[in-house]
């Protein structure tokens, strides 16, 4: 496997991002080592908040969540997924499969060691993070669950099936317009261009271009065994369960129901519906802030 890593200089001044990076090395099934990189803001003693990031974002789609919950005492974490951000990117779009992204993460998450861990995950990061949930169910005090879910091959929106033909068909990926055109509100030009910072070129993006291929929306698909037997784990998992999904998401819309009825942790807890589009970190930070703040108070 054959690995790119973006100049640290193009992340030198982006806008509202003040956070240091943090490095894991993770190893690859075929030996290849792959550097991961992450945020950890906030007091080490404090408890843990895990925010996961989808495609094509990177841990960025967090800052405004970040300072808030670090100035609250927590301490917060946001990893780069392998092929984004700060982190490693392999040159191949065949290198990249929905097992090794959770067999990445995973073993970065075992390095962390982290407990009573309470979990944000978007789009990607809800396909990757319900995996370790399912993995390490020990390890998770509560999730909150946003524009994301866990397929096992039954189907797709109409939503998803405009983005997938958008993905494959574009010559050049203009990452930071992408997320743009997935928010309620208008990015700036400088929030646009920090979206695009971790890609100088069409070779960086392999796995922005990959990862829609890669949901597993027909039985074909890989992974649907597997994610078959985490909704099995989570069928069971008990702990506080909240869904936020977001009023204007084409791609995820109805798919907060499907949380609220299988997890029992899901049961009776104070489900939103937020105002923004697919990237709703970017919409309403301060709620989504807020929501996690609630949930880790409340079982203290």
């Not at 973006?6 to 894991?24: I, S």
């Not at 929030?191 to 074909?220: C, H, M, N």
């Not at 989570?234 to 129901?257: C, I, K, Y």
């Given at each position: ?30 030996g ?37 919950l ?51 995950c ?6 990757i ?6 993995a390490?169910p020990e ?29 494959q ?12 055109m ?7 030009l ?39 037997a985490?909704?099995?784990v ?24 499907v949380?609220?009825t ?5 049961k009776?807890?104070p ?11 970017e919409?309403c ?11 880790i108070?409340?079982?203290?």
């Open positions: 496997m054959q690995v790119l890593r973006t100049p640290d200089e193009r992340f030198a001044g982006l806008a509202d991002w003040p956070f240091a990076p943090h490095y894991a090395q993770i190893r690859d099934a075929d290849t080592d792959l550097c991961l990189a992450y945020v950890d803001e906030g007091p080490r003693d404090g408890a843990v908040v895990l925010l996961m990031h989808g495609e094509p974002s990177w841990s960025y789609l967090y800052r405004r969540i970040i300072a808030i670090a100035a609250k005492g927590h301490r917060v974490i946001a990893p780069d997924l392998i092929g984004f951000g700060r982190s490693d990117k392999p040159t191949l779009r065949t290198d990249y499969t929905y097992g090794r992204h959770v067999d990445w993460m995973s073993q970065w998450f075992t390095q962390m060691n982290l407990s009573d861990v309470t979990l944000f978007q789009d990607w990061g809800g396909l993070g319900l995996r370790l949930v399912a390490f390890r998770f005090a509560g999730l909150v669950i946003a524009n994301t879910g866990l397929p096992t091959g039954t189907g797709l929106t109409e939503g998803f099936k405009a983005w997938l033909e958008f993905s068909s574009i010559p050049e990926m203009p990452i930071g317009m992408i997320v743009n997935g928010t309620g509100r208008e990015l700036t400088a929030e646009i261009a920090a979206y695009d910072a971790p890609f100088p070129d069409e070779t960086y993006k392999e796995g922005a271009r990959q990862f829609p291929t890669l949901v597993p929306v027909t039985p074909e698909h890989g992974q649907v065994t597997e994610n078959k985490a909704w099995e989570l069928e069971r998992f008990d702990r506080p369960v909240v869904t936020a999904f977001s009023d204007g998401d084409a791609v995820s819309r109805g798919g907060d129901a949380f609220q299988r997890i029992p942790g899901a009776g807890q489900h939103i519906t937020t105002k923004g589009g697919h990237f709703l970190q919409d930070p301060d709620e989504i802030a807020a929501i996690l703040d609630t949930m108070k409340t079982r203290s």
